[in-house]
T-cell receptor
Framework: KAGVTQTPRYLIKTRGQQVTLSCSPISGHRSVSWYQQTPGQGLQFLFEYFSETQRNKGNFPGRFSGRQFSNSRSEMNVSTLELGDSALYLC??????????????FGEGSRLTVL | GENVEQHPSTLSVQEGDSAVIKCTYSDSASNYFPWYKQELGKGPQLIIDIRSNVGEKKDQRIAVTLNKTAKHFSLHITETQPEDSAVYFCAASIAAGTALIFGKGTTLSVSS
């Protein structure tokens, strides 16, 4: 069974640009969550999608947005990139649709560097 | 909202020793407490979890304890091995359908 797939794995952007990251969950999983990981800040919750609807949102500015498609694949977008957006962006899927009702399966992440 | 504090940020032990990582949470309504292990270059992976109706759970060399009154929970690893070296994250969530909030992580180094 294929795991969570994130693309691209690495990317470099400059300030002011925008970026789109993609996540394909494990087949059958309907919930997709996104986290930002930076040194010293750990894993910070961005948002969670379930059945194409954003169900939960963390404390990030509106420049961070996401969506989920009917096949459960998800994308997140960051507009007007800032240096502080440099991070590893992790996507996680779960089977039951509630982030505390079962295991989160994480992808290997997309490492974004903003110059 | 929920806030999770994790200590220590780094922990170095000798192979065979025990390691303990502690977390506190702020929202007394939290009822689910998983622990994730992240190896270099990989995403976090669940190693053990506990719910608020249980005080302790054990899986081979790993155990988690929960003190609801004090709002803290701990991860215990016995007989540590070099392959236990990784970053460990605790997390908490209030209810089904809410976000899982993570601590900032503990980097565990096991030297042989």
């Amino acid at each position: 069974k294929a795991g969570v797939t994130q693309t691209p794995r690495y990317l470099i952007k400059t300030r002011g640009q925008q970026v789109t990251l993609s996540c394909s969950p494990i087949s059958g999983h309907r919930s997709v969550s996104w986290y930002q990981q930076t040194p010293g800040q750990g894993l910070q919750f961005l948002f969670e999608y379930f059945s194409e609807t954003q169900r939960n949102k963390g404390n990030f500015p509106g420049r961070f947005s996401g969506r989920q498609f009917s096949n459960s694949r998800s994308e997140m977008n960051v507009s007007t990139l800032e240096l502080g957006d440099s991070a590893l962006y992790l996507c996680a899927s779960s089977l039951l649709g509630g982030v505390n009702t079962g295991e989160l399966f994480f992808g290997e992440g997309s490492r974004l560097t903003v110059l | 909202g929920e806030n999770v504090e994790q200590h220590p940020s780094t922990l170095s032990v000798q192979e065979g020793d025990s390691a303990v990582i502690k977390c506190t949470y702020s929202d007394s309504a939290s009822n689910y407490f998983p622990w994730y292990k992240q190896e270099l270059g990989k995403g976090p992976q669940l190693i053990i979890d506990i719910r608020s109706n249980v005080g302790e759970k054990k899986d081979q060399r790993i155990a988690v304890t929960l003190n609801k009154t004090a709002k803290h929970f701990s991860l215990h690893i016995t007989e540590t091995q070099p392959e236990d070296s990784a970053v460990y994250f605790c997390a908490a969530s209030i209810a089904a359908g809410t976000a899982l909030i993570f601590g900032k992580g503990t980097t565990l180094s096991v030297s042989s």
